[in-house]
């Protein structure tokens, strides 16, 4: 199928259909090529509503968590934005479109390399990706409007709730190493806010603040 035509159904069939509905949002959806951030022996699958794995035990998320995340977080265009776990780079390409910047951190350094690239050809000039233990956030560029993890913690990192702007929000699957709870944090001037978001599944957040490798 062309790219273009599958974006478009994965767009109304799995995320517009499951209550993504910020016009922004959707067309960043449009207009990311999937399928540009999974091994070309997977290309087939980039559109499936299902995760895919990038190498090194890491995955790409489905596209409706990306959306569900992204959505969650409510970025502006003049945001600033940190990603924890740069992984393919989708999350990153797909936040790149709806703020004025992304900091991505990853702890991997053939998937940081490999991510870094693909935006690149893509001209997505605006995601800088860093190298380093994501669980400990970004401090020196912060602080952010907001934060997005996209690995499973045991608890939420207090680390990166200082490094949120007040009125910032902090994504991020809390659990077990199986299972989580998304959450969004958001920092105010009275102190925290947290809501639950549902289930999820995602890989572990390894580092000083999630688990152990």
């Known amino acids: 199928m062309d790219p273009l035509i599958a974006r478009r159904h994965m ?20 207009e990311v090529p999937r399928h540009k951030f999974v091994e070309e ?29 992204t959505q969650s977080l409510r970025p502006e265009p003049e945001d600033k934005i940190l990603e924890i776990g740069t992984g393919s ?25 490999r991510a870094r690239k693909t935006l690149d050809e893509l001209g997505y000039y605006n995601v800088h990706v860093r190298l380093g233990d994501g669980s400990q956030g970004l401090s020196k560029e912060g602080p952010y ?38 959450k969004r944090i958001t920092r105010t001037k009275e102190g925290v806010q947290e809501e639950s978001l549902g289930g999820c599944r995602f890989v572990k957040l390894i580092g000083k603040n999630g688990w152990d490798s």
């Open 11 to 30: 767009v109304k069939e799995q995320l517009e259909a499951r209550g993504i509905d910020d016009p922004r949002v959707l067309a960043a959806f449009l």
């Open 145 to 182: 409007d907001g934060i997005v993890v996209t690995a499973g913690a045991p608890h939420v990192p207090g680390i990166l709730v200082s490094q949120l702007a007040v009125n910032g929000r902090l994504i991020i699957p809390v659990g077990s190493e199986t299972l989580q709870e998304l």
């Open 89 to 113: 780079g989708y999350q990153a390409a797909i936040l790149s479109r709806l703020c004025r910047v992304v900091y991505s951190v990853e702890r991997i350094s053939a998937l940081a390399s």
């Open 41 to 69: 022996y997977l290309k087939y699958k980039a559109h499936e509503d299902y995760p895919l794995s990038i190498g090194y035990g890491q995955t790409i998320s489905q596209p409706y968590m990306v959306a569900l995340m």
